[in-house]
Each structure stands twice: as structure tokens, then as C-alpha cells.
């Protein structure tokens, strides 16, 4: 091995604190972009290869009662490569270890063989046999939150008959990775079941013989999605057709486009934010470890190496250390990335997972640490290689200092702080990157735990402003307002408002949106529109009332016109003027005066369900009831969508910011760790020497360490002030069209974020505090300066 | 033998912070091959300026300097580099050992990039260091030991002119004429040119010639008819 080389091992290792402390300050920065970016692609390509592999469809069609040869002129489309028909309804539940009614969708397997399309991937047991009408498969989230296995019974109300449903099978379906209970925002698989029967005994359930009520198709490569729907909707349209839809209008896939989205937000910012951070500290800290090495360099090259041979020693000094950081970096991040994305597929009900991620991204994280790194050592190498060896061997030449400001208050402080002082205003540039880096360590910090602040208030603003009621009933299908009685006469009802939603495609030109009018009455309480601050916005009489996400989506504002066609098979057009905007966290909301709907309807004062406010004391009593009711088709119980609403956003979004707030509380030591060792360096032989003139050990450490903290705490607000930034970005990052994240940075999320970076700050001053107790005092009176 | 180097009408003014230092203020000088020069003078009188531009260390603001009939001056970075390599060697007051290397791992740090050095055990041996020391770390090594390793460093490139700042200034007596010992032997049996710094008017014995130097100029040059043995000195 060359001395040089051997010079740099043995270097690398007497500085191994420092080396050990960079290295993982790139670590941190390269593992969060990997792991963030491995995580989503992992996940992407899982979706990817599980919607190929199981023949997921890519139109989807409902019809009330289509003849089965309606299939074969859906086959002839040009476009499609198959369709499958099937019979899709729904039941209500009735589950012993509930006490409120569950709900479910139904769909048919085909008697014969398996399902050409959306193919069930069997977790136990199989297909039912179409001889034993009760037979079923059902989806393994439910079957997991209710403790069912095959063999097991539960209860459901079919078409009005009850029946005991017998499990045979348990399957994941890439058509129900969520299941959503109609209406619902947030999946929930205690509520809602999804049960496969055989198309024959579903068939005669719902008196379907010759007929179906679904169909799904796959296309061909190339095919155009617009016109094979178009041509769906013309051949169902005389059979209750409800408008065909592309992936884009199926709800599981809609959902886990939206987590992906979030998921994609949270790694496409905050990573690339932490390695530039990263590679900016990196660069800071080495150049100053080399312009430490002033005299070294000023020695090799009395010794005759070339300045480029020096420079290129010092390159491979951080190289190394980058190396050893990305090595590092690359080793935590794919584990923790394939740890994450085992979750998540989980969380998503994925059967299996893909792992992958691409070398480009290993490349990235690599070329920007090293090219940082070797910025940074070329800086300091080159400033010294500049000086004539001569020079460089002496220490550099003192400073000049000035009689600023400091001046003044020399009089009034000790002169050790006007050391302080005159060292800042002295190296004004060095005082500020120092600062800006640990202000960058908090940024990071709020950036990665304002999600929960946000979250908490979207909460706060959807279930405790926006939609108080304590749940909602959805009747099998729209009623006379009179039905609104009944509802109120139900045990345990303490009020109830009458709402009515009906799916409509809005379009503003060729934005076009699938969504649901929510009418409700002007005077309603219980659901209630409210602006941003949660107060209370009325109702217009006459328009729409979009949430602003819509609003931005179709490029509407109030006073625009918004053209809508109904999706309930009647296809009824109206346009109709905006009037409002409010702000909303959760889906794309719609709303609008009931009566007012109903007028554009056309058919009378109906209803299709209500927001209740129940006496908890009699739930049971209201949930054993409605059991029995044919006419209600689910009761939705807010504080259960309020936990489900909290559960997906632990899982999309708090996982992954906990894992980026570990990280960057990483980050945060490194900064500050590696200022104090570096300021002791350049600053250890002036500190030595006050020792040897009679300063304690207290009073040098208070002129090394009160620079810091004075830095640390400048430090603190620049901090805040990035981290709302980069926390807006962050929310930016999240928006999907079922939640937005509300940029929303309490107070206690800027105090948490200074702490860990105080502690982080105290940690280090402590450890450096010990250096200074060790200081050679002898030896600063045996060499020169 | 003819002149090594030819020193004409240098000066040299350094800035440092605010002030102007007239470190030189015109040098003429000629230094034969093989000799053995001292330099004495107080500090600040322009000694170890000298000594580093001739090493090519730093550059004069104005004169020439000639390495046999090469000029020196106005050579570029690369061309001094060359130059410091294949003909000079250092010895400085503080040793200026690379502390993670080993005594005979610093020697092969010179020995490596020169065209026709000794080996590192053979220079550490002619500069007197045990050879029991040869594999130890700066750290466990003595003042004089280091330095005898930094003589070892600068010699064992075979180098035409060993330059030597203050090379006994941080050693004790008995330790410093181990050193000159050391460097008398170099001096006589490899031919080479040496210059030595030195605040040590008794060191002078052992020279040649004596250069006196006094603000910047050279104000006296006495040459020694008779030169004592190292070990006829102490301090």
C-alpha cells in the first residue's frame, strides 16, 4: 500500500468519531431516499404484477337486469379482449359479535370453473359449490377482523330473506384490496363484507335466472377505454345500465391510487430535501476537517507532491467516508424500504410483494453524497494548495479581528464572551452555515412530524365540525320524505335529517369528475358545511356547493356553470351554477339543497337515508331493529369512520413520516456533533493555551460551547421557518383526491423539533465538554505558534 | 565544482493581516556543491526566507535565483513541485512528521515519489536513528529521534541540497549533536550541499562557511579554516 494510503486508513481511523458521525449523516440522507423511493416502487410494481396476474379488469359496468346475451354483444366490441357477466347485489349482515348491522357486497363466481376476470387469490379453501346455494368466499380482511374460518357460519339478509351463510373459501380479490361500504369514505372491514356465492345461488336470490347485474372487461392493448365504455352504456342503457367505468371510477383501485399518491408525496419530498441537506452538511463539515489539515498539506508539498496528488489524497480521504455513509445508507434504507413495503402490502391486502428498486436510484443518492463530499474537500484542498508550501506549513496568520460592535460591549461582558462575539462577527459566513445547518436539522424534523398536527385537525374539522352526526342511515332505495318519520320513530333516535345522495358524472368542459350530490336540508345541523376554521357555512338555496379540491380538480369557481348527467341509469342532465366553495379534507364532496335537488330529479320529495344523533343507551335496541328492516340497507357509525379515517392515515402517512423523523433527529446529532469537534480542533490549541494562563476547565468549555448554543438557538426560529415551508410542500405532496392533508404546524410540533435538536446539541456539548477536559496543555507550550 | 546555486538581488515582502514585512531586502549570494553552510542571524532577519525560496518553498517578490544554469524563478507550481522532489531536502525545526505514519512508513512517504532514493532503512540508519525505533509512530519516539527520522526523510532521496530550519532549536544538547552528527555525515559521505539555520552561533564551527544575517541582508560571510567535529560543541 502506498504511504499515502496508508496515511489515509490510519487517519480515517484516529478521526473515527467524526468519520462514523458524517458517514451517518450521509447514511441518513441516502436510506431516506432510498427507502422511500424503494417502498413506493415496491408497491407499484406489486399492484402492477397482482392486477396482471389475477386478469384485473379494465372496465367495469352495473345494470339492474341485463339478458345474458347482452354479454356477447359486449364481446363483440371491437377493444375488447374479454368480458365476463356476473351477478353484483348487496345484503345486510348480521354478525354475533356485532351488535349494528354489517353490510356486503355479493358477487358471482361462475358455477363452472374459475372467473375469467379478477381472479380470487385463494388464502383457504375454495370456490363454492353452485349445488350448495349457501356456500361462500369471503374476503380475508373480514374474515380476519371477525375471527371467521371455514366452516363457519354467519348470518345475512338476502333480498329480504335471511340466510346462514356457510364459509368455504377466503380469498383477496385485486378488485376489493379495499372493500368500501357504499357511501363510505375509508375502507372498513368490520362493517363491510365482501362475499362470493356461485352465480346460481345469487342468481336465484335476486331472481336473476338468464340475467346479470355486472360486467367487467378486459381490453386490448391499444384499445380506447372512452369509446368501449361509450359502447357499454348504448348496449345496457334500455337495462338500467348505471354508466361504464374504467379503473379510474373502481373504488379499491381508486383508493390504492390515492395511498400510492400519498405515499409517492411523502417520498419524492422529504427525501430528496433530506439528502440535499445531507450532502450540504457533508460538504461543510469536511471542508473544514481538511482546512484543518493545512499543515499537512503544506508538508507534502515541501516534500514534493504535486498539488494534485494532495488534492487527490484528500478526495479519497472523503470519499471514503462518503463511501462508507452511502454503504450504510444504502444497506438501512433497502431493509428498512423492504421492511416498509411489507407493511404496506399488507396494510393493502397485496398476496405477495415484489421488491424492486431501481440502480438509478442508488445512483442518485451515491453521486449527489460523493460529489458533495468531494466539493466540499476540493474547496479546502484548494485553498491551501494555493499557498505557497512555506506559508502553509506556518498556521495561518491570526485573523484580523475588528473593534466592531463587540467594542461596546466589551466593557459590559467578561472577556471571554467578547471572544465569542468578535469569533462570530469575525467568520460571519461559517457562523451562518453552522446556524443554517442546524436549522436545517429542524426543519426536517417539523417537516416530518407536523403530519400528525394535521392530521389531528383534519379529524378534529371532519367529525367534530363538519359531520357531527352519530351515524347515518342508508335506505335500500329512495323513499317519500313521510320514510324520515319512521326513521325518527326508531328506538334511541334522537333527531334525524334527511339526506339524499345521487352519483353524477359533473363536467366543466372535458374535465369530467364521478361523484356524489349530497342534498340535505338548508336548516341541518347535524352534517354541517364549515369553512377552515370549522365555522359554519350556510347552505345556498339554489346551486352546488363543491369542496375546494373539486372545485380546483374541474377548474370551476362560484358563479361557473357545471354541467351533470346522473349514474343512476335514468341519465338526467342538468347545468347547474356553483355557488359556493367550502373547504374540505376528506373525498371530493358536493353538495346542495335537497328540495332543490329533488326539483332537478324530478321525481317528488324523496329521501335516501338519514343523519341521526342517537341515545347511546338505546343503540342496541335501534341496531337489532334495523337488522330486521328491509328497508335500510347500512347505518354508518361516525366514531367507527372517524377510527378508520385514523387507522389509513397512521398507515399512508405516519408510518412513513415517524421513519423521517428518526432519521432526520439523526441528522441533527451529526450537524451539531460534528461542529463542536471541528470548532475544538481549529480552536484546540487558543483553548489550551487559556488553560495553561489559568482558565478552568468551565470557563474554556463556555467559550467553545456558548458559541454553539447562542448558534443553536439563533438557529431554532430559521428552523421553523424552513420546516413550514417544507411542511407546505409536504401537504402538497399528500394531496389525493380522498384526503388532503391541512398545513397545520402546532406549536408543540416546533417545541418537539427544537428539543430533540437541544438534546441533540447537549449531547454533543457534553461529549466535547470531556475533550476539553483532556487537552494537552504541554503540548501547546512545547510547539510553535 | 562550480556554484549549486546563485542567489541574485532577491527580496521578499510578505503581507500579513495589515502589516508589510520586508523579509529580504536584496540577497546576493553563491553557494558551491557540497558545502557545509550555516546560517545565523536573530529572528526575523531573513534566514529562513532565504533558505525557502531556495527549497523553492516560496517565491522571491523580486531577484533570481539560479539551480546550477537553471533559473528557478517564474517556474510554475508543477515545475517547483519537480524540483522540491528530485533535488531538495527538509528538515524542519518541528520535525513535521506525518503522525500516522510509522518512522520508517514516513521515509517511504519521500522515497516513493523519487527517482533514485535509498531505502528507508538504509537513510534512517545513516542518520543515526536504532533500528529497533524504525517501525515506531512519531508519538513514541523522542525530539531527537524525530528528528533523525526527518533527516532520514530528507536525505534518502539522494537529494543535491539538504536545507535545514532550526533542525536543534526544540532539542537539548547532548540529543542536538547526535543530530548535527547525523547531519555532518550526510554532508560528507553523500556530497551533499546543506544549509542549516540556526540561532546557535556554535553550531558555525562545523561549517564551511558562516552566513550572518542581519534585517533582510547578509552582513557578514566568515569561512571556517579549521571545522570542529559535532561532538566538540554544546549549548
Redesign the interface.
Known amino acids: 500500500m502506498?504511504?499515502?494510503d496508508?496515511?489515509l486508513v490510519?487517519?480515517l481511523w484516529?478521526l473515527r468519531a467524526q468519520v462514523f458521525s458524517i458517514a451517518l449523516l450521509v447514511a441518513a440522507g441516502v436510506a431516506t431516499l432510498v427507502l422511500g423511493v424503494a417502498t413506493y416502487q415496491s408497491l407499484f410494481e406489486t399492484r402492477e404484477a397482482y392486477y396482471d396476474r389475477s386478469r384485473f379488469a379494465d372496465v367495469f359496468a352495473q345494470a339492474s337486469r341485463a339478458p345474458e346475451h347482452a354479454l356477447g354483444a359486449i364481446e363483440r366490441i371491437p377493444g375488447v379482449a374479454m368480458a365476463e357477466s356476473r351477478i353484483v347485489d348487496r345484503a345486510i349482515l348480521d354478525l354475533e359479535d356485532m351488535i349494528e348491522p354489517g353490510s356486503a357486497q355479493l358477487v358471482s363466481v361462475p358455477d363452472h370453473g374459475e372467473p375469467l376476470l379478477n381472479t380470487l387469490y385463494m388464502r383457504a379453501g375454495a370456490l363454492p359449490d353452485p349445488t350448495q346455494p349457501d356456500q361462500v368466499v369471503v374476503n380475508e380482511g373480514f374474515a380476519r377482523v371477525h375471527g371467521l374460518d371455514l366452516g363457519d357460519s354467519f348470518g345475512a339478509i338476502l333480498n329480504g330473506q335471511r340466510r346462514d351463510l356457510r364459509i368455504v373459501g377466503i380469498a383477496l380479490s385485486p378488485e376489493f384490496i379495499y372493500s368500501l361500504a357504499p357511501g363510505a369514505l375509508m375502507p372498513d372491514d368490520r362493517r363491510f363484507a365482501i362475499v362470493w356465492m356461485s352465480r346460481r345461488a345469487l342468481a336465484a336470490a335476486f331472481d336473476l335466472e338468464g340475467a346479470f347485474s355486472s360486467v367487467t372487461a378486459r381490453l386490448l392493448p391499444g384499445a380506447l377505454e372512452a369509446d368501449v365504455i361509450d359502447r357499454i352504456d348504448d348496449i345496457l342503457a334500455s337495462y338500467g345500465g348505471l354508466g361504464a367505468h374504467g379503473r379510474d371510477g373502481q373504488q379499491s383501485n381508486v383508493f390504492l391510487d390515492a395511498e400510492l399518491q400519498q405515499l409517492q408525496g411523502s417520498s419524492a419530498v422529504l427525501p430528496p430535501i433530506f439528502l440535499f441537506i445531507a450532502a450540504f452538511l457533508v460538504n461543510l463539515t469536511l471542508s473544514r476537517l481538511i482546512a484543518l489539515e493545512r499543515?499537512?498539506i503544506g508538508?507534502m508539498?515541501?516534500?514534493?507532491?504535486?498539488?494534485l496528488?494532495v488534492a487527490w489524497h484528500y478526495l479519497k480521504f472523503v470519499l471514503a467516508i462518503g463511501a462508507i455513509g452511502v454503504i450504510i445508507g444504502f444497506g438501512a434504507g433497502s431493509w428498512l424500504g423492504r421492511e416498509l413495503a411489507n407493511l404496506y402490502s399488507q396494510y393493502f391486502h397485496f398476496p405477495y410483494l415484489i421488491f424492486r428498486v431501481d440502480t438509478s436510484v442508488y445512483l442518485l443518492a451515491a453521486t449527489a453524497t460523493m460529489a458533495a463530499a468531494s466539493l466540499g474537500a476540493a474547496k479546502a484542498v484548494w485553498g491551501v494548495v494555493r499557498l505557497?508550501?512555506?506559508?502553509a506549513?506556518q498556521p495561518a496568520?491570526?485573523?484580523?479581528y475588528r473593534r466592531g460592535f463587540a467594542t461596546g460591549l466589551a466593557s459590559r461582558f467578561s472577556q471571554a464572551t467578547v471572544m465569542i462575539i468578535r469569533n462570530i462577527v469575525r467568520w460571519p459566513l461559517r457562523a451562518v452555515f453552522t446556524m443554517l445547518g442546524m436549522a436545517l436539522a429542524v426543519s426536517v424534523l417539523v417537516a416530518s412530524m407536523f403530519a400528525y398536527d394535521a392530521i389531528d385537525h383534519m379529524i378534529d374539522l371532519t367529525y367534530y365540525k363538519a359531520e357531527r352526526q352519530d351515524a347515518s342511515i342508508v335506505l335500500n332505495l329512495p323513499r317519500p320524505e313521510g320514510a324520515l318519520f319512521d326513521i325518527e320513530r326508531l328506538p334511541g333516535i334522537m333527531a334525524a335529517e334527511p339526506v339524499r345522495a345521487i352519483p353524477v358524472e359533473l363536467a366543466n368542459g372535458h374535465l369530467t369528475r364521478r361523484v356524489a350530490i349530497d342534498g340535505r336540508h338548508r336548516d341541518a345541523t347535524l352534517s354541517q358545511l364549515v369553512d377552515e376554521d370549522g365555522r359554519w357555512v350556510p347552505l345556498p338555496e339554489t346551486g352546488l356547493v363543491l369542496s375546494d379540491w373539486l372545485a380546483r380538480t374541474l377548474e370551476l369557481q362560484v358563479g361557473d356553470l357545471a354541467r351533470m348527467q346522473t349514474l343512476d341509469g335514468r341519465a338526467i342532465t342538468a347545468e347547474i351554477p356553483v355557488t359556493a366553495i367550502v373547504r374540505s379534507y376528506v373525498g371530493s364532496a358536493v353538495y346542495m339543497d335537497l328540495g332543490e335537488l329533488n326539483r332537478i330529479m324530478g321525481d317528488g320529495p324523496l329521501i335516501g337515508g338519514a343523519n341521526i344523533r342517537l341515545d347511546p343507551t338505546l343503540e342496541n335496541e335501534l341496531f337489532a331493529r334495523i337488522k330486521q328492516s328491509p328497508a335500510i340497507v347500512g347505518v354508518s357509525l361516525q366514531s367507527l369512520a372517524r377510527e378508520a379515517l385514523r387507522e389509513t392515515m397512521d398507515e399512508n402517512i405516519l408510518l412513513m413520516t415517524g421513519v423521517f423523523a428518526i432519521l432526520a433527529s439523526i441528522i441533527a446529532f451529526g450537524v451539531i456533533y460534528n461542529s463542536a469537534r471541528i470548532q475544538l480542533s481549529e480552536r484546540g490549541r487558543e483553548l489550551a493555551s487559556l488553560r495553561v494562563l489559568g482558565f478552568t476547565k468551565a470557563e474554556v468549555s463556555w467559550i467553545l460551547l456558548a458559541e454553539l448554543a447562542l448558534l443553536t438557538l439563533l438557529a431554532l426560529p430559521v428552523g421553523w421557518l424552513i420546516g413550514f415551508g417544507l411542511a407546505a410542500a409536504m401537504a402538497i405532496g399528500f394531496e389525493t383526491e380522498l384526503f388532503r392533508i391541512p398545513l397545520i404546524v402546532e406549536r408543540s410540533t416546533y417545541a418537539m423539533a427544537s428539543l430533540i435538536v437541544l438534546a441533540a446539541a447537549l449531547g454533543s456539548a457534553l461529549i466535547v465538554r470531556r475533550r476539553v477536559g483532556r487537552l494537552d496543555l504541554i503540548e501547546v507550550l512545547?510547539?510553535?505558534e | 565544482m562550480g556554484a549549486i546555486f546563485r542567489i541574485e538581488g532577491i527580496t521578499k515582502v510578505y503581507r500579513?493581516?495589515?502589516v508589510e514585512v520586508h523579509a529580504l531586502r536584496g540577497v546576493d549570494l553563491k553557494i558551491e556543491a557540497g558545502e557545509f553552510l550555516v546560517l545565523l542571524g536573530p529572528s526575523g532577519s531573513g534566514k529562513s526566507t532565504l533558505v525557502?525560496i531556495v527549497?523553492a518553498?516560496?517565491?522571491p517578490t523580486e531577484g533570481r535565483i539560479y539551480f546550477g544554469d537553471d533559473e528557478l524563478t517564474g517556474r510554475n507550481?508543477?515545475a517547483l513541485?519537480?524540483f522540491?522532489?528530485?533535488h531538495?531536502g527538509?528538515v524542519?525545526?518541528?520535525y513535521?512528521l506525518?503522525p500516522?505514519?510509522t518512522a520508517r512508513?514516513?521515509v517511504?512517504?519521500?522515497t516513493?515519489?523519487?527517482p533514485n532514493p535509498m531505502e528507508p532503512g538504509e537513510a534512517l540508519e545513516l542518520a543515526g536513528l536504532d533500528v529497533s525505533r524504525h517501525d515506531h509512530f512519531p508519538a513514541q519516539l523522542s525530539g531527537g529521534e524525530q528528528q533523525r527520522v526527518a533527516i532520514a526523510?530528507a536525505i534518502a532521496?539522494r537529494p543535491e541540497v539538504l536545507l535545514c530550519d532550526e533542525p536543534t532549536g526544540?532539542l537539548d544538547s547532548k540529543t542536538g549533536v547526535r543530530v548535527l552528527e547525523a547531519l555532518d555525515t550526510v554532508n560528507s559521505e553523500l556530497g551533499t550541499t546543506t544549509l542549516v539555520i540556526t540561532h546557535n552561533v556554535s553550531i558555525g564551527g562545523m561549517a564551511h562557511r558562516v552566513i550572518q544575517f542581519g534585517d533582510g541582508r547578509v552582513t557578514d560571510i566568515r569561512t571556517n579554516a579549521k571545522r570542529i567535529r559535532p561532538s566538540e560543541i554544546s549549548w
Open positions: 502506498r504511504m499515502l496508508r496515511k490510519r487517519e484516529r499543515e499537512q508538508l508539498k515541501a516534500l514534493g507532491y504535486s498539488s496528488a505557497s508550501p512555506s506559508v506549513m496568520a491570526p485573523p484580523r512545547k510547539t510553535r | 500579513t493581516g495589515d525557502n527549497g518553498l516560496d517565491a507550481d508543477a513541485t519537480r522540491r522532489r528530485n531538495v527538509f524542519f525545526q518541528f513535521n506525518v500516522s505514519l512508513e514516513n517511504a512517504l519521500v516513493e515519489i523519487a526523510r532521496k526544540a
